[in-house]
Every structure is written in structure tokens, then in C-alpha cells.
């Protein structure tokens, strides 16, 4: 496996590396007769400029000329006609280029290839375009966007990673670049038409960042901000607006001016109208403003009326899409509580009314020319759907060629998607998402955590069912998020590429990303482990997020889980460290910022909960260990503060202000109130104590008489377990001796006697061979106190399970999990069928139908998986499906999933629990959305032997990651992810 993982990252880096480094002497080449054009990237290399080429054109390539000098050494000259040049780079618009005019003319370039196109470019490298000139690199755009896309896609050809001015991501160095005709190519028009994100609950971070370095948040910090949208092939965004002005704090209109020059098309958030901030009429409101001193379209509407028609003209010569419809202010109900759902829609028909006639008054006649959006987020979604007794604003004349922004249930699952009928709605559909929050259900401001199956599977279905008009995103203060963003528009830029049915091809993704960011900066062996850290980081999020991580999450003990979450984030804080003591002091922004920062300070909190978790346990049985915990848990907060610094620090305070949201022990939806973990210390008794316990279990045995609490341990009738590890633990500061006994021949243990002083490990291990048949035995441990702890084992031979057929998962203590992946065999139905997805979810797989549009709910023949199990007496199970905690892919209450036991009848369930109330503002979706995973539960009978298990394509939306049965009468002991998975025959 590890030889294979090295083949396929030198695979991909040579791939990524379009460029043909050679040395000079070698540069000309022959290929079928055919000499090669080429251009060399060194110091005979100048770029052209055109004074009738847009200002933001120019703008971008001196920031490529500065890629290529980080890259060469040499920055490139600028060209005038007549001049001898040995290389040269062309680039231009389409109807606004002298050159791209005549070497089109002359054919060497074709500009119908791309005229009229939205968004792209050619890239051609041809020889002899000019007497003077032997080779050129010539970049055509359909449009300003498309030469600025092109621009940039030299730099990435040169390894020059969309992070560079960002995270001062520098590129490796190269000698005697060159690159050749094969590099043309034509690009094709993007996925999705807008492609953005949304600075969003920007303080204290972003806010104190940009304060720090720029002022404020000015037109100098939105440079930095539209550089990287563009290298990142996006072209939309929202600016921030907690306290921000982007139309005013420019200062005036020049961050607006500033937008427009790059050809960042602007837009306002989901309750900012008509090119107004929402803070806009907080600073402009007054008893004497023109603007009235109410933010009620009802007792105002002229003084509102005015301040969007104001808004309108202001930024009228700026491209933008304007925001329609009215919230209250800070993003509150637009009428009170007591209102009803028709006085909502009735007021906000209005308002649309008044918007769209101010747009055709101060615009443009012609609607269908103006780009506008209405966001239907929270219960705006309610109005825009209406119900049985209140027709919506659905399919309202106001919004016609309106974009019916929809949006995700702000913990990265999209709620409501376009139906068949809805989807030829004119103006189309997009998707606000979220990869911050500042709301219900939790707040996640801290370390971006984007786990990329979710936004993979999410956004593709979105895609799927016509959400492809404008992808918007809520990154937060940006710093952190940059994995997730540049999935985020990588996605919505090129769906062919990284859409699809397999989420395989996220770990593709990251597998490019990291050759991109840490290619320069690290060998082979170090950016494999960075690979691995990104994942192991990214799925402890996926588990659960930073902020709502407390003691009680994971339990100490049981079914191993907190261990595992230990062991990762150790092994992630000990492998970045090895790190970064690789990593020279220059690359050091990008290797924090990028890495380090957010996969540590991540690691470290996991590990501080863990810890305190088990401090509390432990405290509670009066084991020792308790205080050393408690030190661990200290330590914690310590390295918690120091990554926060040191990330503040590097780079000359580069990232000054972006560590500071609160990120520990949220008590209610935000940080109000949030509290560190609690350390709890014991005093130990008096004379030594031993204490024995499974190192999974809670419970323990004292070993004396009177208070004893006998074990049986039946693990080992499991045929793919031969071993049991215990502890034997003090109960004071006293070390004690121990001695292990048993006469049984089969069992034996790491160490059968020594010393205790805090705790002792010990591993009981079976010998399967020597049984004939299912066998109990017992062994004791005796202290020096006389203490005498005895367990019983029962065992049985590998072959006990022999007569099952292969695929079979066998019930060991009264239930069965299986992973949802693990079916014995599977049905499609008229092309639908289910599709494995590893890697998924919080363990690891799930399983879904595709095509996505897929429903089978009133189907008479539905796709299947089919898992089969042996119980070992017949009874009444609990059945548990555990499933994504996706929403209902419509506004109806309902998503439905399907099973049958044993060819029984079809059992259908609704996963809505509480259909009565909307589904985003329900306790269902918080708890689901905290613990991310949706539990459907029902109760069956299960016969001796081998039962059959049929799970039915029904609803669309419906993820399946596991399966659990537990018998009646059996309480699994407490966790949070479940039990492992159940053994399986023939593994």
C-alpha cells in the first residue's frame, strides 16, 4: 500500500507539472517531423501591454510576472513594438487586443474558438507570431474574467500554488522553464456561472486581521481578497458586514470601483437588499434622515424605498447581482412573532414589487439584463413555498429571472432542492452554503474543519438537481478555510472533473492540493504525511466540530472510541512536529497557516476532551491516574494558547488576529457562557488498592469479598478476537504487587505478576487451537491486601461459525452492527442503483442511490443492498439505521426510507420525526446537526439463524452508514459512534 501511495504521488506530480523543464542546450525538440513551439521562461522573456486592454487585465499580469520571477529569478520585461525578443507572452481580450486581432487574422490563434463564451480562454504557444519575436505564449480571453482565469493558469502550470500572496505559499525554483505546445488548450465555460463566498461573523478575526494590517477592512483588504477569489477561479462575493461598510469603507465606492476593475461581480448577503450593507441604515437612520428612523417597510416605506433606491445608483456602474427581498434587521423576522405566514408573504410581494420597479428605474428597463437574487434562508424558505391554505411566492410574476438562492441547514446539508417542476424556472437556482457558522444549531467560527465527502456529495447532488446558477459560500474570516474554499470552487468551476458518483476522487483532490501547497517546501515522505494529516484532522471534524467537543462527547472507555480519537490526534501533533522541524524559516507562513495551525490546534483539543473526559471518570473511581490526567488536561490549554500565538506570530504577525473566536466548551448556540474543562483531583487511600478493568469498560472489580463485582467476558467467543486487554489499577499512592493464576492450559498473559503504581496493562490472550468447543474458564488476580479479583472467559474455537456462508455478520453479545458498505449483494432498478461512498461520514463509508434525482418512494420496484446475519436465538430486536443527517430534498415534511426482513413486507418510515413543525427549526435538526448523523429506529423479530436484511432505495437524500440490531433485553453500554462492527464470516 505505502509503495503504491509513493507511485501515485510522483504520478501526480508529474502530471500537475505541465512544464518541461530542460536545459538549454536541449530545447529543440522534434516530434513526428514537427518542431515544437515553445517559450523559455528566462531572462530574454516580456510581456506585451495594451493601453485599450482592462485596467484589472494589467493588474493580474504583473502579479504573474511576479510568479515568474519567484520562480525564475528573472522578471519578465515589457514589450515595444520593433523590439528584438526571444519570448514573448501575448494576452488580451477578445474585441479589445490589437494583437490578439492579428495573429487571429494571420491563423495562427482562432478567437472564434471562444468568442462569445462565458468566462474562458485559449492558451497557445506558436513560434514566429512577429518578425522580431521567435516564440510566444499567447492568452486569449472571451471576456476580462476569461484572460485573468488564463493569466493564472500560466502561474499554475509553474507550480505557483492560488495561496501565494495569501499564505505566502512560494513555489519551488526553477532553471531553463519551458513550455511547449502541448500545454494548448481551449478552456470550456465554468460548471456553475457565479462562483464565490461570503466574509461572514468576521469579529474578532478577519476584523482585527484586517485592521492590523490594512486599517480596516478598506479597499487595500479587499485587493488581497479579490487576488485570491481569481486565482481561485472564482468571481463572486459577499463582502462582510458585521460592522463593515464595503460601499462606504473603501474609503466611498472604492472597494466597489476596486471589484469591478478585477471584475469581481458583487452582491449583498440574504438580507442586505438592492447594494445596501446591512449596517448601511443603522449609521444613516435618524428622526430627521430622508430615511425615516424605522426599519418597516409597513410605517416607512418611503424612507426605505429611498435608501434602496440610493443603493441602486450608487453602484449602478459596477457589475453586481442585487439582492432582493427584506429581513428584519441584523437578520431577524421581518414581522414579529405573531404574525402569520400570509401577512409575510403579502409584505414581502410588496417589497418585491417596489425592488424590481426601482431596478427597471434606475438599471435597466429590460429585467432579464440585471442579475438579482432572493435567498430563501430560514424561514424565508417558508414564505417562497407557502401552504395549503396560503399560496407562496412561488412562481410570483416578481420573480421571474429571479436566482432562487437555496441554501444548506447552515451545518453543510442542503435542505430543499428544485423539483422536476421547478427546475425550468427562469433565473435558476444557487446554493448558499456554509463552511462557518454563527447561529443555530452551534456556532463553528474557529479552525476551518471542511471535510470534503460532505461538500462532494452535497453539492454534486445540488448540482444534479439544477442548482447551477450561483455557488456562495460562508468561509468566516477565510483564514483556515482554504482546503474547503478551494474544493468549494474547484467543484462549482469543473463538476466533470471533480463532480461524479465516486468520492474517491476527493482524496484526489487533496492528494493535488497538497503537491500544490507543500510540493516546494517538503520531499515526497513529508507530503505523504501531510496527506494524512489533512484527513485525520479533517474526519475528527467530521465526528464533531471543535466547539460543541466537551468531557461527555466520546465515552472514556467503552467500545474504544475515545481511544481512537487519541490516538489519532497524538500521532497528528507528533507527525506535524516532525514537520516542521523540516521546514525552512520562509516557508513557515504557508506550512502553519495552511497545516500545522489548524491540524494541531485541532489534534490538541480533541486530545484535551478526551483527556478530561477520562479525568472525570477516573476521579469518580478514585483511580490515581486521575491527577496525572488532570496535569495532561493543563498542559492542553498551554499548547492551545501557544499554536494560537505562534500561528500570530509567524510571518511578521502575517496572522495577527485570526486565532481569536472562542473555540472551547460552548454551553448554548454561541460562546456566551463557555467554559474549559473541569479537572477533578482525588486523594488516594490510605493503604494500597487494586482495582481490575477491562480497558474498554467502565466497570471494575475490587477484588474483596464484601463489594466484589464479578465479570464474564465473552469477547472471545468472537472468531476474530483471541485477545482482551485489562488494567490493574491503584487506588492510592501506595504501589501494590500482583500475581495472575488460572489451570487453564488455553489462556495466557503478557505479565502474570510485578508491581502496580498507577496502572499496569495486561494482555489475556487465547489460544484457539486447544478448544474442541465453546469453553469457560477463569483466571484471578491477587494483591499483597489480600484483594482477590476473579473473571470468567468464555471462548470458542475459530471454526465455531464454520457452517456460515461467506459475508455472514454473527451476533456476540446480544446485538449486530454492520457497516453499511459490508452488503452481501445489491439490486439496481431501471439504471438506479446503490453506490458505495468511501470515504463518508463519521465511520469512514456510507452507501447511497444513484442517479440522485432517484425516487422510489411510490415505486413499485425499488433498488436494494442486502446484508445478511445470524442471531443465535430467535426474539424481538431494535433495529437502527444510521444515516446521514441529510434534509428532505422538498419543503414537505417527509423522506422516507425502506427495509424488509427475512422477504417480509416493505416497512416504510419516515426519517421526519416531527412533521408537524418545519424541519430547520426542529429538535431533530439540532440534534442531528451536532452529532451529525440521523437515527431511524423500529423494532423486529428475528429468527434462529441466518436472517436476511433488505434496505430500500426510497426518498432521495437518504445516506446509509450503518446498521445496528440489538436484542430485547440488551443494553449496549454508552457511546457516542456505537459499537464496532460485528464479525463478519469469511474476512
Not at 93 to 98: R, Y
Not at 265 to 286: A, D, K, N
Request: charged share 30%.
Amino acid at each position: 500500500m505505502q509503495k503504491n501511495s509513493i507511485f501515485l504521488c510522483i504520478y501526480i506530480e508529474i502530471l500537475y507539472f505541465i512544464v518541461i523543464i530542460i536545459e538549454e542546450m536541449n530545447i529543440t525538440q522534434q516530434s513526428g517531423g514537427h518542431k515544437v513551439a515553445k517559450v523559455s521562461f528566462d531572462n530574454r522573456i516580456m510581456f506585451t501591454y495594451e493601453a485599450k486592454s482592462f485596467p484589472g487585465v494589467n493588474k493580474v499580469a504583473e502579479l504573474v510576472r511576479e510568479d515568474i520571477c519567484l520562480v525564475t529569478g528573472f522578471r519578465a520585461g515589457e514589450y515595444v513594438r520593433g523590439t528584438r525578443c526571444k519570448n514573448l507572452i501575448i494576452f488580451g481580450t477578445v474585441d479589445k487586443s490589437d494583437y490578439l486581432k492579428e495573429l487571429d487574422k494571420s491563423g495562427l490563434i482562432r478567437l472564434n474558438d471562444i468568442r462569445g463564451k462565458w468566462e474562458t480562454y485559449s492558451f497557445q504557444i506558436v513560434d514566429d507570431p512577429y518578425p522580431d519575436v521567435d516564440h510566444a505564449l499567447v492568452i486569449a480571453g472571451s471576456d476580462k474574467r476569461g484572460t485573468i482565469y488564463g493569466l493564472f493558469h500560466l502561474s499554475e502550470l509553474l507550480g505557483v500554488s492560488p495561496f501565494v500572496n495569501w499564505n505566502h505559499c512560494y513555489p519551488r525554483r526553477r532553471k531553463n522553464v519551458v513550455l511547449t505546445d502541448e500545454c494548448n488548450m481551449v478552456s470550456k465555460e465554468p460548471s456553475v456561472r457565479y462562483r464565490g463566498f461570503f466574509i461572514n461573523d468576521e469579529w474578532p478575526a478577519f476584523g482585527n486581521w484586517a485592521t492590523e494590517h490594512f486599517g480596516g477592512i478598506n479597499a487595500r483588504c479587499y485587493e488581497k481578497i479579490f487576488e485570491l477569489l481569481l486565482r481561485l477561479k472564482g468571481n463572486y462575493l459577499w463582502p462582510a458586514m458585521w460592522k463593515s461598510n464595503f460601499s462606504m469603507d473603501g474609503p466611498g465606492l472604492e472597494s466597489a470601483r476596486l471589484a469591478d476593475e478585477y471584475g469581481v461581480v458583487m452582491s449583498t448577503s440574504h438580507h442586505e437588499p438592492c447594494m445596501r450593507s446591512g449596517e448601511e441604515y443603522g449609521i444613516l437612520r435618524g428622526k430627521d434622515s430622508i430615511y425615516g428612523d424605522a426599519w418597516d417597510f409597513i410605517s416607512n416605506k418611503e424612507g426605505i424605498t429611498r435608501f434602496w433606491r440610493d443603493g441602486l445608483v450608487r453602484n449602478k456602474p459596477f457589475e453586481n447581482v442585487i439582492t432582493l427581498g427584506m429581513r428584519g434587521e441584523r437578520d431577524s423576522r421581518i414581522l414579529d412573532e405573531d404574525s402569520g405566514l400570509k401577512e409575510n408573504i403579502d409584505l414581502l410581494r410588496d417589497v418585491l414589487r417596489t425592488q424590481n420597479s426601482l431596478i427597471k428605474e434606475i438599471v435597466d428597463k429590460d429585467l432579464d439584463k440585471v442579475p438579482r437574487q432572493m435567498v430563501l434562508f430560514t424561514e424565508v424558505e417558508e414564505f417562497f413555498y407557502g401552504d395549503g391554505n396560503t399560496k407562496g411566492l412561488m412562481g410570483d410574476p416578481e420573480l421571474e429571472g429571479v436566482t432562487l438562492m437555496l441554501s444548506d441547514n447552515n451545518c453543510g446539508y442542503t435542505r430543499t432542492l428544485p423539483d422536476e417542476s421547478m427546475r425550468d424556472h427562469k433565473g435558476g437556482y444557487g446554493m448558499y452554503y456554509h463552511l462557518d457558522m454563527h447561529g443555530g444549531p452551534y456556532s463553528y467560527q474557529w479552525i476551518g474543519g471542511a471535510y470534503l465527502p460532505r461538500i462532494w456529495e452535497q453539492m454534486t447532488q445540488a448540482y444534479e438537481y439544477g442548482v447551477r446558477q450561483i455557488w456562495v459560500v460562508n468561509v468566516g474570516d477565510v483564514g483556515t478555510q482554504e482546503l474547503g474554499l478551494s474544493f468549494f470552487l474547484d467543484l462549482a468551476y469543473d463538476i466533470d472533473r471533480w463532480g461524479g458518483s465516486d468520492s474517491q476522487v476527493t482524496r484526489d483532490y487533496i492528494d493535488i492540493w497538497t503537491e500544490k501547497q507543500f510540493g516546494a517546501m517538503m520531499p515526497l515522505s513529508g507530503r505523504n504525511k501531510a496527506r494524512k494529516i489533512i484527513w485525520d484532522y479533517t474526519q475528527l471534524l467530521e465526528k464533531r466540530r471543535h466547539e460543541i467537543m466537551n468531557a461527555h462527547v466520546y465515552h472514556p472507555l467503552h467500545f474504544g472510541e475515545a481511544q481512537e480519537v487519541l490516538d489519532v490526534s497524538d500521532e497528528i501533533l507528533k507527525e506535524a512536529a516532525a514537520l516542521r522541524k523540516r521546514i525552512e524559516d520562509k516557508d513557515l507562513s504557508a506550512f502553519i497557516s495552511l497545516l500545522y495551525y489548524p491540524a494541531c490546534g485541532t489534534a490538541n483539543l480533541m486530545k484535551m476532551w478526551i483527556l478530561a473526559g477520562r479525568n472525570e471518570l477516573f476521579a469518580s473511581q478514585n483511580r490515581i491516574e486521575a491527577n496525572e490526567l488532570a496535569k495532561e488536561v493543563e498542559e492542553c490549554f498551554r499548547e492551545d494558547e501557544r499554536l494560537i500565538d505562534e500561528y500570530e506570530s509567524v510571518d511578521d504577525g502575517y496572522y495577527k488576529g485570526f486565532g481569536r473566536s472562542e473555540h472551547i466548551g460552548f454551553v448554548n448556540w454561541n460562546d456566551e457562557d463557555n467554559k474549559y474543562p473541569v479537572r477533578f483531583l482525588v486523594h488516594g487511600a490510605n493503604s494500597p488498592r487494586m482495582l481490575l478493568s477491562r480497558k474498554d469498560d467502565e466497570h471494575y472489580m475490587t477484588g474483596l469479598f464484601w463489594c466484589d463485582r464479578p465479570q464474564t467476558w465473552k469477547d472471545l467467543l468472537r472468531p476474530d478476537v483471541n485477545s482482551i486487554e485489562f488494567d490493574l489499577i491503584n487506588g492510592s499512592e501506595i504501589p501494590y504487587r500482583f500475581m495472575i493464576r488460572t489451570d487453564c492450559k488455553w489462556m495466557s498473559f503478557s505479565k502474570t505478576e510485578g508491581e502496580v503504581k498507577v496502572r499496569e496493562r495486561i494482555t489475556l490472550t487465547v489460544d484457539k487451537a486447544l478448544l474442541t468447543d465453546e469453553t469457560t474458564g477463569e483466571f484471578t488476580v491477587e494483591a499483597e491486601d489480600y484483594s482477590k479479583a476473579r473473571v470468567t472467559v468464555m471462548a470458542a474455537p475459530y471454526g465455531k461459525y464454520g457452517n456460515c456462508k461467506k459475508g455472514v455478520f454473527v451476533e456476540c453479545d446480544g446485538y449486530i452492527c454492520m457497516e453499511a458498505e459490508h452488503f452481501a449483494d445489491s439490486f439496481e432498478v431501471d439504471g438506479a442503483r446503490f453506490k458505495v461512498l468511501k470515504p463518508y461520514g463519521r465511520s469512514g463509508s456510507a452507501i447511497k442511490v444513484y442517479p440522485v434525482t432517484s425516487d422510489f418512494a411510490n415505486a413499485k420496484k425499488r433498488p436494494y443492498t442486502e446484508y445478511h446475519f445470524m442471531i443465535q436465538e430467535e426474539g424481538e430486536y431494535y433495529i437502527c439505521f444510521m444515516l446521514a443527517p441529510t434534509t428532505p430534498v422538498t419543503f414537505k415534511p417527509e423522506q422516507y426510507l425502506g427495509y424488509s426482513l427475512n422477504d417480509g413486507e416493505i416497512c416504510i418510515l419516515n426519517t421526519v420525526a416531527d412533521p408537524g413543525r418545519p424541519f430547520f427549526l426542529s429538535p431533530q435538526w439540532e440534534k442531528e446537526a451536532i452529532e451529525n448523523v440521523k437515527k431511524v429506529e423500529d423494532k423486529v423479530f428475528c429468527r434462529k439463524g441466518v436472517n436476511i436484511l433488505k434496505f430500500y432505495g426510497m426518498s432521495p437524500g437518504i445516506v446509509l452508514e450503518r446498521v445496528v440490531l440489538v436484542k430485547r433485553g440488551v443494553r449496549l453500554p454508552e457511546s457516542y459512534l456505537g459499537p464496532k462492527e460485528s464479525y463478519m464470516q469469511g474476512e
